[in-house]
C-alpha cells in the first residue's frame, strides 16, 4: 500500500484534486485477529485515506458497508472539511459555516435561539428538532467549552464545534447537506446555479424588485443597525456585508444615493442602491441575493423569486399607463455645463456640499425617490459623457432625457441644440431643457436661435432654471417634474408642475377627478334622455334652473380660465 499503490494513484492525479482512498483488507475469515492497529500509522501518514474495512466475501461480512463507504467518500469527502493532522477543521470551512451561521442568526445578536435553531434545523433537514434534542444539543456543547452556549443559545464557537464533532464522528453528512443546502459545493465554493439562476428578460424591459425582495432588505438594513438611527455607518456596512467574498459596494456609492450629515447611507439610501443594482444589472443582484441567503430565508426555489420583469414599454405607450417604479433619466450636457451638480442636488446636497466630494469618488449615477400624485417612484439620472459622435444605444435608452446648458456659458446650448435635432427630434421620449447655473448672470448664447424660441420651435417645454448654489437643499420640484413626465410620455402637459398646489394642478386634477366625470356624464345622460313635454315649456321653474345651471358652469369655465391666464 505504501511503497507502491499510494505513490503510484499520487502520480496519476493532480496535486490540486484530492483522490479520496479507502483501504480494505479482504478474507478477514481466515484470522481471528484485527489489523487495524498496522493499518492505523497509515491512515495517519496520508490524509487522502477516508477510511479502512475489514470484510469477508465468504461470509459476506461488511461488504455493504464497503460500498456504502465508498459512496460516502465521492458524496461528503473528509478532505475539504477536516485537516487529520492538525485536527481541525479547514479555514476553507470555517469561512463556509461561519457565512451559514450569520444567514442564520436572524436577529444578528451572534447567537442561535431556538426559533432561529429550529428554522435552520427545517432549512437544512425539513424537521424540527424536539425541544429535548435541542437541549441535549446545547449540553455535549457546554460539556466540551465554556463560551459555546450563551443566554441559551449557540453561539459561533459552539456551532463550529458542533460540526467539528460531526466529522470526527464520521457523521460528514450532516456538515455536507448543510453546506450544499446553502448553496457549496465539493470545493466549498457557492455553485453558478446557486448565484446566478436562470432569468429570461424579455426586450425592451426592465428588471425591478418586487415588494417580498423589499422586505427581506428591511429586515437586513434593521438587523444590522445597530444603533437605531436609520443609517449604516461604515463598521455597519462592514458587519452586513460579512457574508460576502468581497465588499459589493465602493465608495462612489456614497455620492450614488442619500446619505446623512456623516456621509453614511440612510435607509432610503440603502434601498435606493439595491433597486439601481436591479436595474443595471440583474446578474449581480441576482448574486448578491444570494451571498445574503434569500432564497433560504424566504423559502424560495431561487433568488429570481425576487424581482419583477416589467412588461414591454411599448405597450405601456399603447396603453397609456404603466407598472413600472424605476424611471431611468439620462443627463446629456457638455463639459462643465453643471450635470454632476444636477445629480447630487437630487442627493439633497447643495454646492458647499459637493465641493467635498473626492474626483475619484464621484459618480455617473444618483438615484432616489420621488413623488407622483402620491406614488413612491424612483428616478434613475444617468450623467452621460459628453461624446456627440458615439452616443451608444446605452446612452440614448431611457424614460426621459435631460439636455443641460450652462446658462452663463455662451457656447453650451449649441450641444444641447445638435444633440436634440439628431437624436430625439423624432423620438418618443420626452426631453427637458435644464438652464444649469441659474444664480449667474445669462450670457447670450452663440446658437442661431435662443433656447426659449429653440423650445417653441420644437414644442418643447421652456428652459427650466436650476441652480445647486443655495444655502439650503436644493429644490426637488424639477425631479418630480421629470419623474412625471417618464410615467406619462403620451400626455402633453401644458405646465411643467406636478405639485398639486399651484392654480393649473387644482384645476387639471378637478377636471379629470372622478366626480366631475360622473357629474358630466349623468348631466349629458338626462338631457339627452329628458322628454320636455309643453307644460315643462311653460314652467317658469324649468327655466329658472335651465338657466341657474348654466350660469353655474359659465362662472366656473371663467374663472379657472382667468386663474390659469394667471398662473401662465
Given at each position: 500500500v505504501?511503497?507502491?499503490?499510494i505513490?503510484?494513484?499520487?502520480?496519476?492525479?493532480?496535486?490540486?484534486?484530492?483522490?479520496?482512498?479507502?483501504?480494505?483488507?479482504?478474507?478477514?475469515?481466515?484470522?481471528?485477529?484485527?489489523?487495524?492497529?498496522t493499518?492505523?500509522?497509515?491512515?495517519?501518514?496520508?490524509?487522502?485515506i477516508?477510511?479502512?474495512?475489514?470484510?469477508?466475501?465468504?461470509?459476506?461480512?461488511n461488504?455493504?458497508e464497503l460500498?456504502?463507504?465508498?459512496?460516502?467518500?465521492?458524496?461528503?469527502?473528509?478532505?475539504?472539511?477536516?485537516?487529520?493532522e492538525?485536527?481541525?477543521?479547514?479555514?476553507?470551512?470555517?469561512?463556509?459555516?461561519?457565512?451559514i451561521?450569520?444567514?442564520?442568526?436572524l436577529?444578528?445578536?451572534?447567537?442561535?435561539?431556538?426559533?432561529?435553531?429550529?428554522?435552520?434545523?427545517?432549512?437544512?433537514?425539513?424537521?424540527?428538532?424536539?425541544?429535548?434534542?435541542?437541549?441535549?444539543?446545547?449540553?455535549?456543547?457546554?460539556?466540551?467549552?465554556?463560551?459555546?452556549?450563551?443566554?441559551?443559545?449557540?453561539?459561533?464557537?459552539?456551532?463550529?464545534?458542533?460540526?467539528?464533532?460531526?466529522?470526527?464522528?464520521?457523521?460528514?453528512?450532516?456538515?455536507?447537506?448543510?453546506?450544499?443546502?446553502?448553496?457549496?459545493?465539493?470545493?466549498?465554493?457557492?455553485?453558478?446555479?446557486?448565484?446566478?439562476?436562470?432569468?429570461?428578460?424579455?426586450?425592451?424591459?426592465?428588471?425591478?424588485?418586487?415588494?417580498?425582495?423589499?422586505?427581506?432588505?428591511?429586515?437586513?438594513?434593521?438587523?444590522?443597525?445597530?444603533?437605531?438611527?436609520?443609517?449604516?455607518?461604515p463598521?455597519?456596512?462592514?458587519?452586513?456585508?460579512?457574508?460576502?467574498?468581497?465588499?459589493?459596494?465602493?465608495?462612489?456609492?456614497?455620492?450614488?444615493?442619500?446619505?446623512?450629515?456623516?456621509?453614511w447611507?440612510?435607509?432610503?439610501?440603502?434601498?435606493?442602491?439595491?433597486?439601481?443594482?436591479t436595474?443595471?444589472?440583474v446578474?449581480?443582484?441576482?448574486?448578491?441575493?444570494g451571498?445574503?441567503?434569500?432564497?433560504?430565508?424566504?423559502?424560495?426555489?431561487?433568488?429570481?423569486?425576487?424581482?419583477?420583469?416589467?412588461?414591454?414599454?411599448?405597450?405601456?405607450?399603447?396603453?397609456k399607463?404603466?407598472?413600472?417604479?424605476?424611471?431611468?433619466?439620462?443627463?446629456?450636457?457638455?463639459?462643465?455645463?453643471?450635470?454632476?451638480?444636477?445629480?447630487?442636488?437630487?442627493l439633497?446636497?447643495?454646492l458647499?456640499?459637493?465641493?467635498?466630494?473626492?474626483?475619484?469618488?464621484?459618480?455617473?449615477?444618483?438615484?432616489?425617490?420621488?413623488?407622483?400624485?402620491g406614488?413612491?417612484?424612483?428616478?434613475?439620472?444617468?450623467?452621460?459623457?459628453?461624446?456627440?459622435?458615439?452616443?451608444?444605444?446605452?446612452?440614448?435608452?431611457?424614460?426621459?432625457v435631460?439636455?443641460?446648458?450652462?446658462?452663463?456659458?455662451?457656447?453650451?446650448?449649441?450641444?444641447?441644440?445638435?444633440?436634440?435635432?439628431?437624436?430625439f427630434l423624432?423620438?418618443?421620449?420626452?426631453?427637458?431643457?435644464?438652464?444649469?447655473?441659474?444664480?449667474?448672470?445669462?450670457?447670450?448664447?452663440?446658437?442661431?436661435?435662443?433656447?426659449?424660441?429653440?423650445?417653441?420651435?420644437?414644442?418643447?417645454?421652456?428652459?427650466?432654471?436650476?441652480?445647486?448654489?443655495t444655502?439650503?437643499?436644493?429644490?426637488?420640484?424639477?425631479?418630480?417634474?421629470?419623474?412625471?413626465?417618464?410615467?406619462?410620455?403620451?400626455?402633453?402637459?401644458?405646465?411643467?408642475?406636478?405639485?398639486?398646489?399651484?392654480?393649473?394642478?387644482?384645476?387639471?386634477?378637478?377636471?379629470?377627478?372622478?366626480?366631475?366625470?360622473?357629474?358630466?356624464?349623468?348631466?349629458?345622460?338626462?338631457?339627452l334622455?329628458?322628454?320636455?313635454?309643453?307644460?315643462?315649456l311653460?314652467?317658469s321653474?324649468?327655466?329658472?334652473?335651465?338657466?341657474?345651471?348654466?350660469?353655474?358652469?359659465?362662472?366656473?369655465?371663467?374663472?379657472?380660465?382667468?386663474?390659469?391666464?394667471?398662473?401662465?
Open positions: 505504501t511503497s507502491h499503490w505513490p503510484l494513484i499520487n502520480d496519476r492525479t493532480d496535486k490540486d484534486s484530492r483522490l479520496p482512498l479507502i483501504l480494505v483488507g479482504n478474507k478477514s475469515d481466515l484470522v481471528e485477529h484485527s489489523s487495524m492497529e493499518i492505523l500509522p497509515i491512515m495517519n501518514q496520508y490524509s487522502e477516508e477510511t479502512c474495512v475489514e470484510c469477508s466475501a465468504k461470509n459476506l461480512k461488504i455493504s460500498f456504502y463507504y465508498a459512496q460516502k467518500a465521492v458524496l461528503h469527502p473528509t478532505g475539504p472539511l477536516y485537516s487529520p492538525e485536527k481541525e477543521m479547514k479555514p476553507s470551512c470555517i469561512k463556509a459555516l461561519t457565512r451561521f450569520k444567514i442564520s442568526d436577529d444578528n445578536d451572534g447567537i442561535l435561539n431556538d426559533n432561529e435553531l429550529n428554522f435552520f434545523q427545517r432549512t437544512c433537514f425539513n424537521i424540527p428538532l424536539a425541544p429535548q434534542a435541542l437541549e441535549d444539543v446545547k449540553n455535549v456543547v457546554r460539556k466540551n467549552m465554556s463560551d459555546g452556549v450563551k443566554d441559551n443559545g449557540l453561539t459561533l464557537k459552539g456551532f463550529l464545534f458542533l460540526h467539528t464533532l460531526f466529522i470526527q464522528r464520521g457523521r460528514h453528512e450532516t456538515t455536507w447537506t448543510v453546506l450544499r443546502r446553502f448553496g457549496y459545493d465539493d470545493d466549498l465554493e457557492l455553485t453558478q446555479e446557486y448565484l446566478f439562476p436562470l432569468l429570461k428578460i424579455p426586450p425592451d424591459c426592465t428588471t425591478e424588485l418586487n415588494h417580498n425582495a423589499y422586505l427581506f432588505l428591511q429586515s437586513v438594513f434593521d438587523k444590522n443597525d445597530n444603533d437605531r438611527d436609520c443609517a449604516l455607518s463598521d455597519e456596512l462592514k458587519d452586513l456585508f460579512k457574508v460576502f467574498p468581497y465588499m459589493p459596494w465602493g465608495p462612489d456609492v456614497n455620492n450614488t444615493v442619500c446619505t446623512n450629515e456623516q456621509g447611507i440612510t435607509y432610503q439610501g440603502y434601498l435606493s442602491q439595491w433597486t439601481l443594482t436595474y443595471l444589472d446578474q449581480r443582484c441576482l448574486e448578491y441575493l451571498y445574503l441567503g434569500y432564497s433560504i430565508i424566504q423559502e424560495q426555489e431561487s433568488q429570481a423569486a425576487a424581482i419583477t420583469i416589467t412588461r414591454n414599454k411599448r405597450i405601456d405607450l399603447q396603453k399607463q404603466t407598472q413600472r417604479s424605476v424611471f431611468r433619466c439620462n443627463v446629456l450636457g457638455v463639459r462643465g455645463s453643471g450635470k454632476s451638480g444636477f445629480l447630487q442636488a437630487f439633497g446636497r447643495n458647499a456640499r459637493q465641493k467635498r466630494i473626492r474626483e475619484d469618488r464621484k459618480s455617473y449615477y444618483a438615484i432616489s425617490t420621488t413623488y407622483v400624485y406614488q413612491e417612484k424612483y428616478l434613475l439620472l444617468h450623467k452621460v459623457l459628453p461624446d456627440f459622435e458615439f452616443l451608444s444605444e446605452a446612452d440614448l435608452a431611457c424614460d426621459v435631460c439636455l443641460v446648458y450652462d446658462i452663463s456659458n455662451p457656447g453650451s446650448f449649441e450641444y444641447c441644440a445638435k444633440v436634440y435635432k439628431k437624436h423624432d423620438s418618443k421620449t420626452p426631453c427637458v431643457i435644464i438652464a444649469a447655473k441659474s444664480d449667474l448672470h445669462e450670457a447670450r448664447q452663440y446658437y442661431s436661435l435662443s433656447p426659449l424660441d429653440f423650445c417653441r420651435k420644437h414644442k418643447l417645454h421652456p428652459p427650466q432654471l436650476f441652480t445647486c448654489n444655502d439650503e437643499a436644493p429644490s426637488k420640484d424639477i425631479y418630480t417634474k421629470l419623474t412625471t413626465m417618464a410615467m406619462y410620455p403620451h400626455a402633453k402637459l401644458r405646465c411643467m408642475c406636478s405639485c398639486n398646489r399651484c392654480t393649473y394642478c387644482i384645476c387639471h386634477n378637478l377636471l379629470n377627478s372622478e366626480l366631475v366625470r360622473s357629474v358630466k356624464a349623468k348631466l349629458y345622460s338626462a338631457v334622455n329628458r322628454h320636455v313635454t309643453q307644460a315643462d311653460k314652467n321653474t324649468f327655466w329658472l334652473r335651465a338657466s341657474v345651471g348654466a350660469t353655474v358652469f359659465a362662472v366656473l369655465g371663467f374663472a379657472m380660465y382667468k386663474a390659469l391666464l394667471k398662473q401662465r
